[in-house]
Nanobody, 124 residues
Framework: QVQLVETGGGLVQAGGSLRLSCAAS????????MAWFRQASGKEREFVAA????????NYADSVKGRFTISRDNANTMVYVQMSSLRPADTAVYYC?????????????????WGQGTQVTVSS
């Protein structure tokens, strides 16, 4: 079992930056690939970014490529997403998720563990 807690959400103006953090506890953190998803009001949950267990490989949704950076700190069992050049379309609840090590996936169903989410609101 892995417990995930996201922090760092808030209200920011368009063009601004935020860094979301995800604190993991439970089973060996380094055995898991990690990802961020988001869900806007009335929309399905969508993939944002993912990182392999050792940080050696990352994947990003086209909509955030070049603006968001995912990273992890296995020693402190943390995952981050640095978000810059934020747009109103980035407004959503952001979720941290963990999957067993293997190929990176963009599919929510591949992730076994989820945090409770943190709200990001980007004003125009």
């Amino acid at each position: 079992q892995v417990q995930l807690v996201e922090t760092g959400g808030g209200l920011v103006q368009a063009g601004g930056s935020l860094r979301l953090s995800c604190a993991a506890s439970g089973r060996t953190f380094s055995c898991y690939n990690m990802a961020w998803f988001r869900q806007a009001s009335g929309k399905e949950r969508e993939f944002v970014a993912a990182i392999t267990w050792n940080g050696g490989n990352t994947n990003y949704a086209d909509s955030v490529k070049g603006r968001f950076t995912i990273s992890r700190d296995n020693a402190n069992t943390m995952v981050y997403v640095q978000m810059s050049s934020l747009r109103p379309a980035d407004t959503a609840v952001y979720y941290c998720a963990a999957s067993f090590c293997g190929l990176l996936s963009t599919t929510p169903g591949r992730y076994a563990y989820w945090g409770q989410g943190t709200q990001v609101t980007v004003s125009s």
